[in-house]
């Protein structure tokens, strides 16, 4: 099992090799934009729910709830709760669309690996051309399949987000006061 680790890991490593310093920004990137987005799908399914019925046993304590001082301080709930909610997500959005520019960062670098084997062998040199075309092709590759994989979750994010967001607005209602 522990070889099987070990093969694993070095296989992983080469193919990060493979792709260049690159390569290796975007994994940082792309563990940065997991780490986030699994921090918010944390709070929804824990702190959440307790922060909204905090907001709610607020509103409803309120002897009476249709003023404009108690309009103000609904829409201040609602407010505080929405910011907690939206919280590092245009971070997430600026992160999605990093991705496929430091791929293509990636596909210029390459590209220059490879010229500079042709201005040096003139042509000679398959095995080295090759390497470039990889240093092309795999950021390429990993910063799109990052992005997309980015995308479906910042979506899921964003609609959890807008739906939580209503439901508490549904929930603190002006009348019973």
Known sequence: MADLALDAFNRLLQF?????????VIAAVTFLMWSIIIERA??????L??????AIARWTARPERDSWQSLSIRRL?????????????????????????????????????VFNVLSVTGGG?????????ARATIPTMAGMVAALAGVFADSYIERVALRETQLLEDHLTRSGG
């Open 42 to 47: 944390w709070y929804f399914h824990t702190g």
């Open 49 to 54: 729910r307790r922060d909204i019925d905090e």
């Open 77 to 113: 709930l609602i407010s505080r709760i929405a910011l907690d909610i939206r919280h590092n997500l245009p971070l997430v959005k600026t992160l999605v669309a990093l991705c496929p520019l430091l791929g293509l960062l990636g596909t210029v670098t390459g590209m220059i690996d």
């Open 16 to 24: 990060m090799d493979a792709g260049g310093w690159v390569l290796w």
């Open 125 to 133: 040199d398959a095995r080295a051309m090759a390497e470039g075309v």
